[in-house]
């Protein structure tokens, strides 16, 4: 059965996607408390990448914005498979995203904006967070985007 949560994601024509698999020696979220931490999140789909590039170059930033909002649903994904309902999640405290970015490119905000708006369209204003939009040479597999979030969650 699905929660509150879900049900937004359905009704904006989404799906949580099976957690991405570690590329390395780490776990996709881990829970410390009251919050749950996120591993860095690419904007993997059915197990690969869309696209590769740096942004502002191989990659345009209308593209690495629905890519952020990809990675996103991959942290969602991450928090569900530690605590079992999104539901529980009392809000999103902070968003980092990493932009692969050309070295002329100074968009970095509005490319994790696609993440940070889709928070607030599947949680509303549990999903209003603090973040951080930093410029990188390059992200793991070539990925022009990769999001971590941290998120507080209700009293169990």
């Known amino acids: 059965m699905s929660g509150v949560v879900e049900s937004r994601l359905a009704e ?3 799906s949580l996607p099976e957690v991405v698999p570690p590329l390395a020696s780490y776990q996709p979220a881990v829970v410390s408390g009251r919050y749950v ?3 860095g999140q690419l904007p993997m789909v059915d197990g690969k990448l869309p696209v ?3 942004v502002g170059a191989e990659v345009t930033p209308e593209e690495a914005k629905d890519l952020a909002r990809t990675c ?3 942290a969602l994904a991450a928090v569900k498979s530690v605590v079992g309902d ?3 999640v009392a809000r999103v405290v902070k968003v980092v995203g990493f932009v692969a970015s050309a070295a ?3 968009g970095q905000p509005a490319v994790v904006n696609g993440a940070s708006e889709l928070l607030g369209e599947v949680l509303g204003d549990k999903g209003v967070h603090a973040r951080s939009a930093v410029g990188v040479a390059v992200l793991p597999l ?3 985007v990769e ?4 998120v507080e969650l209700t009293e169990a």
């Open 37 to 39: 931490f996120t591993s």
């Open 147 to 150: 999001v971590e979030m941290q």
């Open 52 to 54: 590769t590039g740096k």
């Open 12 to 14: 904006l024509g989404l």
């Open 142 to 144: 070539d990925a022009p």
């Open 72 to 74: 996103a649903l991959n």
């Open 86 to 88: 999104l539901d529980r």
């Open 104 to 106: 002329d490119f100074t």
